[in-house]
């Protein structure tokens, strides 16, 4: 049986870059490790549309979270958190664990936080230095508009703007620099297409200058530390050597596909595969949805469809987390995808639903997810 991911991290690796992987382990200081490593570093920063460094972190993505906080905040200064799921909770659960008071707004798991609620927030909180956001949150598959929020604010608020960008970066359009963000992070395993391991981080230079005030405890996470590596084309501990050289052929790919084309391509299989299930009978969960996932309702008779697919045909998801665990699935469409894969997946959930006995009506998800390519590829098309 072919076995095929389909969670939103880790996501699937493409040949090429598990090829480079495969190759015996080189030294990081040596010319072509620095090689290597300037070019991710370029490339990073044309996919956070930045000019600022991206810094390459050992870790996961949550240490990449952890260190933004760390490093740009001091003891006891308020920030604004949003808890509409699972990872929007974790900047809370750091700013608690740093000694930061966490003002938190609860938004309904499922929904995305307004300009409005922001503002009130700000209002009610005039010494909050941080408003932490979450870009893509994977675990409601909900979009929060940064670029909306971030212009609306900006003008009015000197603190940060720290974004969670961990399943955005690669999926969304995200400019870093236009939008006025403060700091974004992503991790290896989700848009960049490489196994977990690596987080990255970028700072604006409001952020850097924060750097310098903050008093809160840092040492693997020293951003200042790293950067001053960064500046020699180094890093300030032995990096993830095979991660960085599988990153620079992911990166490679992204680069020649282009940001923009990467953007629609995420969209495209979103809205493919949301017209898909859709046409089956599915029940979609969360709104604005995110281009990375799709949450699902699970279907009336439907509590074995997760093991169904795994099981019998070989297809992994993701399933719901805390509350939402035995009332949805997930299913990703972030980084390595294109149209076929979403029918493929399209077609074993019709399998899996004649297992179970479900009604639907044979080939309406293929098609339908079909004719929603077929209509926007041709809206990608140059006109002239
Ligand atoms: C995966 C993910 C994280 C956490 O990343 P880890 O790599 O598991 O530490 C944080 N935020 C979002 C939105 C994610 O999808």
């Known amino acids: 049986m072919k076995t095929r991911l389909y969670t939103p991290g880790p996501t699937p690796v493409p040949e090429g870059v598990m090829l480079r992987m495969a190759r015996p382990i080189i030294h990081h200081r040596t010319e072509e490790f620095k090689n290597a490593f300037a070019e991710v570093n370029e490339n990073l920063q044309y ?16 240490g990449g979270m952890e260190a933004a906080l760390a490093n740009t905040l001091c003891r006891g200064e308020e920030v604004i958190t949003v808890n509409g799921g699972k990872f929007g909770e974790r900047w809370g659960e750091i700013a ?21 609620m922001i503002r009130e927030r700000l209002v009610s909180y005039p010494n909050a230095r941080a408003i932490c956001l979450t870009h893509s949150e994977t675990s409601t598959g909900v979009f929060t508009d940064i670029k909306e929020i971030a212009s609306a604010v900006r003008d009015e608020f000197d ?30 395993q989700k848009g960049l297409m490489i196994p977990p391991g690596l987080a990255f981080i970028t700072l604006s230079k409001r952020a850097w200058d924060a750097a310098e005030k903050s008093d809160l405890p840092s040492f ?29 052929e992911a990166l490679a790919m992204i680069r020649s596909e282009g940001r923009e084309q990467v953007w629609r391509r995420h969209a495209r299989l979103a809205a493919g595969l949301r017209s898909g ?12 949805p995110s281009n990375a996932v799709t949450s699902v309702l699970l279907p009336e008779g439907g509590s074995s469809f997760e093991k169904v697919m795994k099981q019998k045909y070989g297809i992994t998801m993701a399933g719901g987390q805390e509350a939402l665990k035995g009332k949805i699935f997930r299913v990703s469409h972030l980084g390595y995808y294109d149209d076929g894969d979403m029918l493929t997946f399209l077609h074993y959930v019709e399998r899996t639903m004649s297992d179970l006995e479900l009604t639907f009506e044979a080939g309406a998800g293929v098609s339908a997810a079909q004719q929603t390519f077929t209509s926007l590829l041709a809206e990608e098309l140059p006109t002239s």
Not at 177 to 185: L, N, Q, R, S, T
Request: net charge negative; glycine share 12%; charged share 20%.
């Open 96 to 116: 608690t664990a740093y000694g930061l008071v966490n003002r938190q707004i609860d938004v309904e798991w499922g929904t995305a936080v307004t300009v409005e």
């Open 47 to 62: 996919l956070f549309c930045t000019e600022e460094p991206v810094l390459t972190l050992t870790s996961s993505g949550t």
């Open 277 to 288: 299930l859709t046409a089956l009978g599915f029940e979609l969960f969360g709104a604005p």
């Open 159 to 188: 603190g940060l703007i720290i974004v969670d960008g961990i399943t955005a970066v690669g999926a969304h359009e995200m400019r870093f620099d236009e939008w006025g963000i403060d700091v974004a992070v992503t991790g290896s």
């Open 220 to 248: 693997y996470f020293d951003l200042k530390r790293a950067r001053v590596a960064y500046e020699k084309g180094d890093t300030a501990w032995t990096p993830a050597v095979t991660l960085v050289l599988g990153l620079r």
